[in-house]
């Protein structure tokens, strides 16, 4: 079935360093792709979508020169945390959407822990 | 406004005792009605998608049902590894609205 992963799955940085996550879809090809944090016993939050080739679309409150989006291929995007700070430490989860018949589902990864000292 | 809202927080069942959370919503067009289980420190597993009232769905313990206004998630007779958070969200053509969820507690 559809898999997507993530990398790094945690990481632990010095505030005012940047940190990159990737995002891949293994086994199918990704319309869309979603960025998500979520803080501890709360739900998902969406930070912004991306597609293949164009610019990310943030929601509302979401900084995005501090959280740069890039979406290489159908495959592939990767979120940079630029100029870390510890209040950016969060559990950051993406999603792939890919056509699953004649429907599209929309598949989560693992998660990235980040923790910014 | 597009919204979810999820139903009740926090359930603690005994193993073997079924009962359903319930998953309220209010979008301007429904393209999809997904249900996610979450466990602590993971990513989102996909369990269902429900696109027409009235359709259901089944997974093992899992039913999943939809209405013109809700869906819920039956869970019949759980067992100790069913625990965890099960997400409800919609899509509404343009973006995915997620619930706060609902922490499901299944004791032995």
């Known amino acids: 079935g559809a898999v997507v992963s993530q990398h790094p799955s945690w990481v632990i940085c010095k505030s005012g360093t940047s940190v990159k996550i990737e995002c891949r879809s293994l086994?199918?090809?990704?319309?869309?792709m979603f960025w998500y944090r979520q803080f501890p016993k709360q739900s998902l939050m969406l930070m912004a979508t991306?597609?293949?080739?164009?610019?990310?679309?943030?929601e509302q409150g979401v900084e995005k020169d501090k959280f740069l989006i890039n979406h290489a291929s159908l495959t592939l995007s990767t979120l940079t945390v630029t100029s870390a700070h510890p209040e950016d430490s969060s559990f950051y989860i993406c999603?792939?959407?890919?056509?699953?018949?004649?429907?599209?589902?929309?598949?989560f990864g693992p998660g990235t822990r980040l923790t910014v000292t | 406004e597009d919204q979810v809202t999820q139903s009740p927080e926090a359930l603690r069942l005994q193993e073997g005792e079924s009962s359903s959370l319930n998953c309220s919503y209010t979008v301007s067009g429904l393209r999809g009605l997904f249900w996610y289980r979450q466990d602590p420190g993971k990513g989102p597993e996909f369990l269902f998608t429900?696109?027409?009232a009235g359709e259901e769905k089944e997974k093992e313990r899992l039913k999943a049902t939809l209405t013109k206004k809700e869906s819920f998630l039956h869970i019949t007779a759980p067992k100790p590894e069913d625990s965890a958070t099960y997400l409800c969200?919609?899509?509404?053509?343009?973006?995915?609205?997620f619930g706060s969820g609902t922490k499901l507690n299944v004791k032995p």
């Open positions: 991306s597609n293949e080739g164009s610019k990310a679309t943030y």
């Open positions: 999603s792939a959407e890919g056509l699953a018949g004649a429907s599209y589902e929309q598949y």
């Open positions: 969200a919609v899509n509404n053509f343009n973006k995915f609205y």
């Open positions: 086994d199918f090809q990704a319309t869309t």
């Open positions: 429900l696109y027409s």
